[in-house]
């Protein structure tokens, strides 16, 4: 499967979560985003969606505000803590997408992915509770976002 990652805010290509989806036979497309402009880094996101067509989209954190503000048509999003409130103009998500998000996030409230999936309107098993902080970087954590992007 294609994967493109949009990685967080202070974040570089080629961490955990990208290379674990690799060790896992994907393909990732991992760019590098601009942590400084939001207009710069979804235009990254957006020239490499319509360049490699990726079967997912994933975004962490700030990526994920990236991933909701890229024009992904029917293109499912795997949003892992995502910072939607933080960046970007999109408040809802797409029918067909998941949330994964820790109740124990420091850095992005839990409470902002309940609200992005019920303005949404979408069933509350849109939003995975998983994970011991913001990173998701747990063994747990990473393979449900595997389990996640492969039943898109």
């Known amino acids: 499967m294609k994967v493109l990652f949009l990685h967080g805010w202070n974040s570089k290509p080629g961490g955990m979560k990208p290379t674990y989806l690799v060790n ?5 497309i991992n760019p590098a985003l ?19 067509k990726p079967d997912v ?16 048509g029917d293109t499912p999003l795997v949003l892992l803590c ?39 309107g979408l069933s509350a098993d849109t939003l995975w509770v998983v994970g011991n902080d913001h990173r998701l970087a747990d063994d747990e954590s990473l393979a449900k ?7 898109r």
Not at 45 to 51: H, P, R, V, W
Not at 59 to 72: F, T, Y
Not at 93 to 116: A, M, Q, T, W, Y
């Open 24 to 28: 896992h036979g994907h393909e990732v």
């Open 34 to 52: 601009s942590d400084d402009d939001f207009a710069l880094a979804v235009a990254v996101g957006q020239f490499e969606f319509d360049k490699h």
């Open 57 to 72: 989209v994933v975004g962490s954190s700030r990526g994920g505000a990236v991933a909701l503000n890229i024009n992904s």
């Open 82 to 120: 995502p910072a939607w409130k933080n960046w970007g103009k999109v408040t809802t998500l797409k029918k067909g997408s998941v949330v994964l998000h820790s109740r124990n996030d420091e850095v992005i409230p839990f409470v902002n992915s309940e609200e992005l999936v019920s303005k949404s």
């Open 145 to 151: 976002m595997l389990k996640a992007i492969e039943t």
